[in-house]
């Protein structure tokens, strides 16, 4: 059914507890704005309850890999530990060498995260996301992970500078912003699949 996922690659119990119930409860708000917003009975509400965003956890580099061959094209994004397993010896380069593969095959918004702060040099060189596993803000941030560049909240219509220039806050908007947009958005858009994201 199109369902979209988030790939989250972490092997320590003490992160993922922290991590899924956040990502979790984002993704819930989500769910629960849209239902309120489109849904017209029990059937539609139902159906956009199925339709989130679904959450696969990994904890080795082949277990991740082995998700990203299988549901690519259905990836909203990507969350990778820096240090798993690879070949069943704990690497401390494996998520940088699973996101340089991953970014190598699709365009699809990667957040790599660690409780090293110098890791975060990897992260740009790889043009990833950096969020430190033991920030206070880790849950404003992730959620402005998810609002920017997964297609929460409004669509933010962006020109080929990544520069916003208009928002739709529904469906009807969307349509009618369509109109007036210039095309050199909605191919900046449909060449990153914003708008499936978006429109999912």
């Excluded at 979209?4 to 092997?11: P, T």
């Excluded at 199925?50 to 990994?58: M, N, S, T």
């Excluded at 277990?63 to 990836?75: M, R």
Aim: aromatic letters at 8%.
């Amino acid at each position: 059914g199109e369902v979209r996922v988030i790939l989250l690659i972490e092997d320590s119990v003490k992160y993922y507890t922290r991590y899924l119930p956040k990502l979790y409860a984002l993704i819930m708000l989500q769910t629960q704005s849209i239902i309120q917003e489109r849904a017209a009975d029990d059937m539609h509400r139902m159906l956009k309850m199925r339709a989130r965003p679904k959450i696969v956890l990994c904890s080795t580099y082949e277990e991740a890999a082995s998700i990203f061959d299988q549901y690519k094209n259905y990836l909203l994004c990507v969350i990778s530990d820096v240090s798993f397993e690879k070949d069943g010896v704990k690497t401390q380069d494996a998520g940088a060498q699973l996101l340089q593969y991953i970014k190598s095959n699709v365009e699809v918004p990667c957040l790599m995260q660690s409780s090293d702060i110098t890791n975060k040099e990897k992260a740009e060189e790889l043009e990833v996301d950096f969020i430190s596993k033991n920030a206070e803000t880790l849950e404003h941030e992730l959620r402005n992970v998810l609002m920017e560049k997964c297609g929460f909240g409004d669509f933010i219509f962006r020109n080929s500078r990544n520069m916003a220039i208009d928002k739709a806050r529904n469906l009807k908007e969307f349509a009618e912003k369509l109109a007036t947009i210039p095309p050199e958005s909605l191919l900046f858009h449909s060449r990153r699949q914003g708008i499936s994201k978006w429109l999912m």
